[in-house]
């Protein structure tokens, strides 16, 4: 069962801020985040990030563009 991330995304000129938080008894080891555009079939690995970082800046979006993000939290046993 998946645990409850909570997301928020926010747009800027040319960007896209995704941050997340998770509750405080997940032991982080790693962040995954994937993106896909508007009619891409599958997700790709946008960024693996360690620990306690819980944001991406995804810089050069294309105005107009419709993106989506899926955030995966590994845990230091390796539960996703």
């Known amino acids: 069962m ?3 991330i909570d997301i928020a995304v ?3 000129q040319g960007s896209i801020l995704v ?3 998770i509750a405080d008894s997940i032991v982080v ?3 995954r ?4 555009e508007f009619g891409q079939e599958n997700f ?3 960024s693996v990030a360690h620990k306690n970082t819980f944001q991406y800046l ?9 993106y989506f993000y899926k955030v995966e939290v590994v845990d230091v046993n390796g539960k996703v």
């Not at 985040?33 to 896909?36: D, H, L, Q, S, T």
């Not at 995804?58 to 419709?66: I, K, Q, V």
């Open 10 to 12: 926010h747009d800027g």
């Open 33 to 36: 985040v994937f993106i896909k």
């Open 19 to 21: 941050s997340w938080s």
């Open 58 to 66: 995804d810089l050069n979006c294309t105005p107009g563009t419709r």
């Open 29 to 31: 080891y790693e962040n």
């Open 2 to 4: 998946a645990s409850p």
């Open 44 to 46: 790709e690995v946008k």
